[in-house]
């Protein structure tokens, strides 16, 4: 290993200017590919969440010299870039916190490519300055051709199914009366919802039947149904007519049903809510949505069972 590349022992001046340098390039690279990148269908991919923080990474590794400053320069720049996209609602906690495992992959790969390529290539070349400066140039051309590549698949809606159960100790009928409407929705947040997940309030029915609006308001935004299907006491189904619950552009609600049946003199309720999702690779974000859905639908099954429970 190098000795600018151990442990650094420079004063503390030259250490603070050093890291100052390196979180600079990391905030550029990072927030400037973001807006470089953003796509106005919001539909985000492997460009953004893995391709942009290994350029970050790499860029800032050509600059920042020792392992200590380099991870420190990143984090700090982390950090920054974080700040900046929440202090402006550009994003939102619960995006960030689900996609930093693919960004902080992404970045420490680049930061180790950065640093063998600086110590293979340019540390050793006469016109070392000159390939570092170069590289920084052509990142962001590399950046603007993996994104048009990759737009068109980008774009393409994937639609997502979430089903999930709970079993009441209560016959069909009173659980289809207690789901026809909530007036209010009280329940312990979980930390997803105390970050900023969407958290339902009331849930209103104007009518019944094939046709009726249903609508469910939240701390923040509402969201109107149409009910599609209404076979009292077993199958409600309503699709998502409008919505303007904030953030989140990257997802949005499709329809939602309740199957309610009886099984061993309990009464079992699937809710299921199908999701538009603009983010990918699917298989990293599939499993991160259903977390997501996942716990609304605990949420709401929560009200459920006081409700039924009530009634009996």
């Not at 920084?136 to 950046?143: N, R």
């Not at 029915?205 to 923040?220: I, L, N, Q, W």
């Amino acid at each position: 290993m190098k000795k600018e590349d151990q442990l650094i022992n420079n004063d503390g001046g030259s250490v603070l200017l050093a890291i100052f340098a390196g979180s600079g390039i990391a905030v550029a690279f990072g927030l400037g590919g973001f807006f470089l990148l953003k796509d106005n269908t919001s539909a985000m991919g492997v460009v953004l969440f893995f391709l942009l923080p290994f350029a970050t990474g790499l860029a800032t590794a050509l600059v920042a010299r020792g392992i200590n400053i380099l991870f420190a320069s990143l984090i700090i720049g982390a950090v920054i870039c974080t700040a900046v996209l929440i202090l402006t609602k550009m994003e939102g906690w619960v995006c960030l916190l689900m996609s930093l495992p693919l960004l902080a992959i992404g970045m420490t790969i680049g930061a180790l490519v950065g640093v063998l390529i600086r110590r293979q290539v340019i540390d050793d070349s006469p016109r070392g300055t000159s390939l570092r400066l170069f590289i920084m140039l052509v990142i962001p051309f590399f950046l603007m051709g993996a994104d048009y590549t990759e737009k068109s698949s980008r774009r393409i809606l994937r639609y997502e199914t979430i089903t999930h159960e709970v079993t009441l100790d209560a016959s069909p009928d009173v659980v289809w009366n207690q789901l026809k409407g909530f007036d209010k929705i009280t329940g312990s947040k979980t930390f997803l919802m105390k970050i900023g997940l969407p958290v339902p309030v009331s849930c209103v029915m104007e009518g019944e039947g094939v046709g009726a609006k249903r609508t469910c308001y939240f701390e923040s935004g509402s969201i109107e149904e149409r009910v599609t299907e209404w076979q009292p006491p077993n199958l409600m189904k309503f699709e998502i007519t409008a919505s303007d619950v904030p953030g989140r552009p990257w997802l949005s609600f499709k329809d939602a049903a309740y199957e309610i049946r009886s099984v061993n003199g309990k009464t079992v309720v699937a809710r299921s809510t199908t999701i538009i999702s603009r983010l990918s690779p699917a298989w990293y974000w599939r499993p991160m949505e259903k977390i997501g859905v996942e716990t609304e639908h605990e949420y709401l099954f929560e009200e459920l069972k006081r409700r039924v429970k009530g009634a009996n």
